[in-house]
């Protein structure tokens, strides 16, 4: 398996609600990767965890809430959205660092209304 | 630190033209180097990485890059361009050692085939 692979494709919500987006990988990478691209944007780092806790936070706002639970899930928790947060969140994983390089997932396309 | 650039936010090319985009980078000691490329509502794909093995790096779907320490680049080349290659295109570093991994991307450049 050479994959990442992101759940769901597609969400609106409100931005009074509270949901989740979900990362997987079974390649046995120990980092992995929240990224958030705008349209016609390259991506932004938002978090990092390597082994399971959280190494690099790009002072992200509190409302997205990474979580780790175990080396192969990443959940990114979504809390009083704006609408400006819309856009396309994508997950990598790497092998602890660049000589291997990034898996990316084909990302959450997140609309806030 | 590290900063990445891309000359050309857009590049249009003929169907069998060559395909040239340019990627300049910043940093003291030589990082890693990839060169990724991202179809419409999809995630990104990598086509080549440079990791201070040979300089001149062959990827998928036809394409190469040209390490030039000496310049600072690693542009990325094609010899004929195909309708297909239409995507946009980052090129990216990474610090050298000892690190999880901050993947720093250029603004990117968009490829135009046209027929």
């Known amino acids: 398996d050479t994959e990442v692979t992101q759940t769901p494709k597609h969400l609106v919500m409100g931005m009074t609600n509270k949901k989740s987006l979900k990362c997987e990988q079974h390649?046995?990478?120990?980092?992995m990767y929240w990224y958030k691209q705008k349209a016609k944007k390259p991506p932004e780092l938002m978090f990092v965890?390597?082994?399971?806790?959280?190494?690099i936070n790009e002072s992200v706002p509190s409302r997205f809430s990474p979580e780790c639970p175990n080396s192969s899930l990443l959940n990114l928790h979504l809390h009083a959205l704006q609408p400006e947060d819309s856009a396309l969140y994508l997950c990598?994983?790497?092998?602890?660092?660049?000589?291997?390089?990034?898996?990316f997932g084909s990302g959450t396309r997140l609309t806030v209304v | 630190a590290q900063s990445v650039t891309q000359l050309g936010s857009h590049v249009s090319v003929s169907e069998g033209a060559l395909v040239l985009l340019r990627c300049n980078y910043s940093?003291?000691?030589?990082?890693?180097l990839f060169w990724y490329v991202q179809y419409p509502n999809q995630g990104l794909q990598l086509l080549l990485k440079?990791?201070?093995?040979?300089?001149l790096v062959k990827g998928i779907n036809g394409f190469e890059a040209e390490f030039k320490k000496s310049e600072t680049s690693f542009h990325l080349t094609k010899p004929s361009a195909h309708m297909s290659d239409a995507a946009e295109y980052f090129c990216?570093?990474?610090?050298?050692?000892?690190?999880?991994?901050?993947?720093?991307f250029g603004q990117g450049t968009t490829l135009q085939v046209k027929p």
């Open positions: 990598a994983s790497s092998q602890g660092g660049g000589t291997v390089g990034y898996t």
């Open positions: 390649m046995g990478h120990r980092a």
């Open positions: 965890y390597s082994y399971e806790k959280l190494s």
């Open positions: 940093s003291s000691v030589p990082p890693y």
């Open positions: 440079y990791t201070s093995a040979a300089t």
């Open positions: 990216a570093v990474s610090p050298h050692s000892g690190n999880t991994g901050k993947l720093i």
